[in-house]
């Protein structure tokens, strides 16, 4: 027998009194998250169906630094983290956003009602106004009764996804039953006004100060 047959018979021995070679685990990999197209028997729409109409292109936020700052007309500043944020009450909401240009898009909206942000900032007895501003530049207004009674939210999910970075990321206002320029976007800063007037970005092109579906588009 050569040399070579004594070898191979003796790396045959070893293999075989130490058994096989274990498998090597792969490493898990995260499940990507899937978008959700039907809520309590109703289709939605798609992420995907949404224009992107910004004023200067979908901004992109620096998550590790933004803080979302509630002042102006408070008993005291407040600024949320936003790790800070989604430790807080979310609720859900099945909501028809629906655009002057002529699309409507609807989705199911997860966030954080506007009552419980105000819990950390109260505001005082003559703030009467809700101004929105945004990371573009944009900004718009809503009465603090309003916002209250109808409990709106700003979401920060939509359709069981992060909210993505076209639609408003971090956070969106789902402002129901309003024109979707009254759905502020990339929400930076929350504002209590004595301001019954303010106008935001587009108001102040003429479209209406309520931004109601069943209200006119503009003011005259």
Partial sequence: MTAKHWLCLLLGTMVSAAGPAPLLAAAPQP???VEIREYEGQKLGSVTDFHENSIQGAPAVDIGKYRLLIDGLTEKKAAFSYGELQKMPHTKRLIELNCVEGWTVKALWE???LRELLKAAPPKPEAVTVVFHCADG????LPLKEVLARDLIIADRINGLTLPKEQGYPFILVAQDKWGYKWA?????IELSRNTNYR???ERSGYSQAGDLDGPILDR
Avoid: E, F, N
Avoid at 138 to 141: A, E, G, H, I, V
Avoid at 185 to 189: D, F, G
């Fill in 185 to 189: 976007r990339w929400i930076v800063r």
């Fill in 111 to 113: 966030g954080i009602p």
């Fill in 31 to 33: 499940l990507k998250a």
């Fill in 200 to 202: 935001g970005y587009w």
């Fill in 138 to 141: 944009y900004d718009t207004s």
